[in-house]
């Protein structure tokens, strides 16, 4: 009964700082009616939430006809995370407060970098903001890192790819110990590119299941892609990591369009229809493969909404590939990203803050899928 009380006021708890983030200002009568909680326990919680510093109080409001209410507002300097997104060839280090507002931002070049270069990268620009901002290390209270790559839960670690000089760096056990009551943690870019686009998508209730689909600009890597349903990461079941092999699209088919001087989509499309057969066929090419992988993702799930990331985010792209799939009777909404490179940042921002303000929530249950059989 002790261990279930304690868990009970710690779900209050959470539930009235919820509740107080998500009012500009509210007193705690108005907690108690929005949270079904007595007022005697709302009282006791939120005196221990400004004792803590969680929140603070905020001005007097008006009187129904008793005494004027104390009102409060959620404290968003109470503490901040970072996030980290690795590239290639640079490292974006982001400073936020806890309604993901950014702060602080700082471009690190990591090329040619091995794993001790980028855990004192890392390490040095998130230390650097913080003291150009008189914020203490001990108000960060979580790191995120998106990077190209997957986590694989037989070595359990992040297993980052495409950086050859990264590919056998545990990066987690290294900043773990500069950051020791910090948590981090690694995520895919292309599942926090995909998390970021559902964050952003207009009319969630009608867009609840997303499929991003991304190539690259620098044409260098295989295709991948992402699904979100109602905020969670579908996964597929092989690697955790969508990337479609190569059996489905060869690499140099992908350079080859860069060796003909197609770097730009727009310029691969305006050939196209200048009737130039080189172009012509390379973008056929690329129709086909879009096609066949959204034919592939629609026979295991049913997306509202297919977004182009990348390369081929381009609406004249899109009007082709959707054009094509009418003519095999195939209904899909497609759009291309307005977030564009934002989509990683907004994502990693979608999962700290609900890594943060969920903690006890039950998380819905979504099976791995294998897109691969």
Not at 95 to 112: F, P, Q, R, T
Not at 120 to 132: A, N, Q, Y
Request: glycine fraction near 6%; charged fraction near 25%.
């Amino acid at each position: 009964m002790a261990f279930n009380s304690k868990v009970s006021k710690e779900l209050n708890k959470e539930l009235i700082l919820s509740c107080i983030r998500n009012e500009e200002f509210i007193s705690k009568i108005e907690i108690s009616k929005i949270t079904g909680i007595s007022l005697p326990s709302v009282s006791k919680i939120v005196d221990e939430l400004v004792e803590e510093g969680k929140i603070i109080q905020s001005g007097i409001g008006d009187s129904s006809g008793g005494r004027k209410p104390v009102l409060y507002k959620f404290n968003k300097n109470f503490g901040y995370f970072s996030t980290v997104i690795i590239n290639k060839t640079d490292m974006s280090v982001y400073l936020m407060n806890l309604y993901g507002d950014i702060i602080a931002k700082d471009k690190i070049s990591v090329n040619g970098a091995d794993g001790n270069d980028l855990v004192f990268s890392i390490v040095s620009g998130i230390t650097r903001i913080l003291s150009s901002y008189n914020i203490f290390v001990d108000k960060l209270l979580n790191i995120c890192i998106a990077a190209p790559g997957y986590f694989d839960y037989i070595e359990n670690r992040f297993l980052i790819k495409g950086i050859q000089s990264l590919k056998d760096v545990d990066l987690h056990e290294k900043l773990s110990k500069k950051f020791p009551n910090v948590k981090i943690k690694f995520a895919s870019d292309i599942h926090m590119m995909a998390l970021g686009e559902w964050s952003k998508v207009k009319n969630k209730a009608e867009k609840k299941r997303i499929v991003v689909i991304n190539i690259d600009r620098d044409l260098r890597e295989n295709a991948c892609f992402a699904i979100v349903d109602n905020g969670n990461i579908v996964k597929p079941g092989r690697g955790y990591l969508g990337r479609i092999e190569e059996s489905m699209i060869s690499l140099v088919d992908i350079n080859i369009l860069r060796k003909n001087g197609y770097e730009e989509i727009g310029k691969l499309i305006n050939d196209f229809k200048s009737n130039k057969t080189r172009a012509i066929n390379l973008l056929m090419n690329l129709v086909d493969f879009l096609t066949k992988i959204i034919k592939h993702i629609q026979h295991y799930i049913d997306p509202d909404c297919i977004i182009f990331h990348g390369y081929i985010g381009h609406q004249g792209l899109i009007d082709i590939v959707k054009a094509k799939l009418q003519g095999d009777n195939l209904l899909c909404d497609i759009q291309k990203s307005l977030l564009n490179e934002e989509a990683t940042l907004y994502g990693c921002i979608e999962e700290t803050l609900s890594t943060l303000f969920n903690q006890y929530e039950m998380p819905i249950k979504i099976h791995n899928v294998d897109f691969y059989k």
